[in-house]
């Protein structure tokens, strides 16, 4: 009979005899038991087989979710941007107005009129309340 050897508790190895004789046990089960316990396998069974169908799921619901995202983000700026466009048409259209007048004021400026850098040319483009306004801020302007 040849020695097996394991370590013992401070490293080194020690001598060990082979086992004269094996002892089996058997626990049986009864009718019963064996019932209770292939309903649980059943049972465990259909919790793993959900468990990876939801993971599947999940695996290709998460890049589709974002992809779709994705396509509605692009669409929604497709739309505001159709619908932003006669707003950026209109707010061009202001602004070019304001810098061809923002020239004639200072054409008329230049050719001698001293208030026309507040109130415009001919002494109040825009009516007598931006008149009034700029009489205000020249007012602020000279006395502060």
């Given at each position: 009979?040849?020695?097996?050897?394991?370590?013992?508790?401070n490293g080194s190895r020690m001598p060990r005899a082979a086992p004269d004789s094996?002892?089996?046990?058997?626990?049986?089960?009864?009718?019963?038991?064996?019932?209770?316990?292939?309903?649980?396998?059943?049972?465990?069974?259909?919790?793993?087989?959900?468990?990876?169908?939801?993971?599947?799921?999940?695996?290709?619901?998460?890049p589709a979710a974002l992809v779709l995202t994705g396509y509605a983000v692009y669409?929604?700026?497709?739309?505001?941007?159709?619908?932003?466009?006669?707003?950026?048409?209109?707010?061009?259209?202001?602004?070019?107005?304001?810098?061809?007048?923002?020239?004639?004021?200072?054409?008329?400026?230049?050719?001698?009129?001293?208030?026309?850098?507040?109130?415009?040319?001919?002494?109040?483009?825009?009516?007598?309340?931006?008149?009034?306004?700029?009489?205000?801020?020249?007012?602020?302007?000279?006395?502060?």
């Amino acid at each position: 009979m040849e020695k097996v050897s394991r370590r013992n508790g401070n490293g080194s190895r020690m001598p060990r005899a082979a086992p004269d004789s094996v002892l089996t046990h058997r626990i049986e089960l009864g009718t019963w038991e064996r019932d209770a316990l292939a309903a649980q396998i059943k049972t465990d069974d259909t919790e793993d087989a959900i468990r990876l169908g939801l993971e599947i799921v999940q695996a290709v619901a998460m890049p589709a979710a974002l992809v779709l995202t994705g396509y509605a983000v692009y669409q929604g700026m497709t739309a505001f941007s159709s619908l932003t466009d006669p707003l950026k048409d209109k707010a061009e259209e202001i602004a070019a107005s304001r810098a061809g007048q923002a020239a004639a004021n200072a054409a008329a400026a230049a050719g001698g009129d001293p208030m026309a850098a507040f109130f415009g040319p001919g002494g109040g483009v825009g009516g007598p309340a931006r008149a009034a306004y700029g009489a205000g801020m020249l007012w602020r302007w000279m006395f502060s």
